[in-house]
């Protein structure tokens, strides 16, 4: 795909999600929002688009770091804010997730930490956006991208919670490409949150990369998938390693049941 046409359909990409949003908020008669910003790319390019359909003065950013947070990650996501003009605030969740911890003690006693765990920490940010959301009258604006809702690399009831998903119909490259389109005649998009490594910070050290394949990879065979319909064995023929593939097939199945619970997304794709 040659550079304008990939800029053409970046540019068309970020008008359908503009117009979008603003119909969703409109026809329903909401006027405000609220979104979780980690300082990743993700939350990133949900607030600078919510902030065009809306108004800055109409987004409101919340920074939920946990103890395996990173101090760039609230940076970044104070940086963001701060370029977008938009109300920001940041909620720590230690003493939240603890809480629960301290609950569930007895019957987690002597198992390792692990998903439970990990969940935990995205559920405690849903339950804090959620009343926010509740208690002011902001919709909660969902940031999961296609890529990881396709696989499902996101947690039910944690951070698949939202009224609208604003990016759950473009691929994670996309975002990418995205987010440098929004960054095309000043920085919107810090440019910590596009070059460092994606990271879910629900463990130490922890990056999307142990988990999944590389996204430029991923998102290959996503869309030989998704969009031109084919099947393991076709796409392995295109050259594609067939371990990876079935992995990525796998994946897919086996998260049905959260695609079915997701919020309604923004339709880019067929």
Known sequence: MNKTIQVDKISTIHQILIQGLHDFFSTNGFHQAILGLSGGIDSAVVAALACEALGSENVWGIA???QFSTDHSIKDAEDLARNLHCRFDIIPIKNGYEAIMQLVQPQFS???????EENIQARVRAIVLMALSNKFGHILLNTSNKSEASVGYGTLYGDLCGSLSVIGDIYKTEVYALARYLNR???????????KPPSAELHPEQKDSDSLPEYDVLDAILIEMRENQKDAQQIVAQGFDSVIVEKVFQLYRRSAFKRLQTAPVIAINR
């Not at 002597?110 to 439970?116: E, H, L, R, V």
């Open 64 to 66: 939920l770091p946990s």
């Open 110 to 116: 002597g198992t390792s930490f692990g998903i439970a």
């Open 185 to 195: 005649h000043k920085e919107v998009i810090p440019e910590n949150s596009i070059i």
